[in-house]
């Protein structure tokens, strides 16, 4: 359990509520709050589903979330690691900014996603999802671009939360 000493609200309990385009909830679920930050908040939840099997990743019960929501970016970003602090890897979701509350987080999901391993190779998922959908608006097409950007740029400088572990042939050098 995080708990930031002086941090108000650190510790606490707090639903997370995922809506498709149209504003419905599609995944809810709790994390506990570790800090509130200016323009957003980070949580700590876990995965509780059976194994789930991507192809590039392993979601397995145990498995660390810790989230990353912004009121002023078009975008989350889940550092995953398993239950013995391992990192797998940052899941990042092309979203509308986060509405944050005391007890809630509500973000629309642009159906855009960004995997990123742990060594910094990028996988770009559901593009085809996301050209096809007819709910979502011009706004939200270019700003999620954006927000798809100003990912691969934060990417790139290994700006926080994201830090690479260097490959076997480098860590030689």
Known sequence: MYTILGCPGAGSMITVSKLNSLGETKIQYEGEIIERLTDGIIILAYWKHPLKDLGYARFEPGDRFTEY?????????????????????????????????????????????????PWGKLLLLDEDEFEADIT??????????????????MIAAQTDPFSFKLLAKEQEI
Do not use: H, M
Not at 99 to 105: A, R, S
């Open 69 to 117: 929501y912004y009121s002023n970016r078009w975008f989350n970003i889940f550092d995953i690691s398993t239950a013995d602090g391992e990192r797998k890897g940052w899941y990042c979701n092309i979203a509308e900014p986060a509405l944050i509350y005391d007890d809630q987080i509500k973000q629309i999901d642009l159906l855009l996603d960004l995997w990123v391993d």
């Open 136 to 153: 979502l608006n011009d706004q939200q097409r270019t700003c999620a671009r954006q927000g798809l950007r100003e990912l691969f740029e």
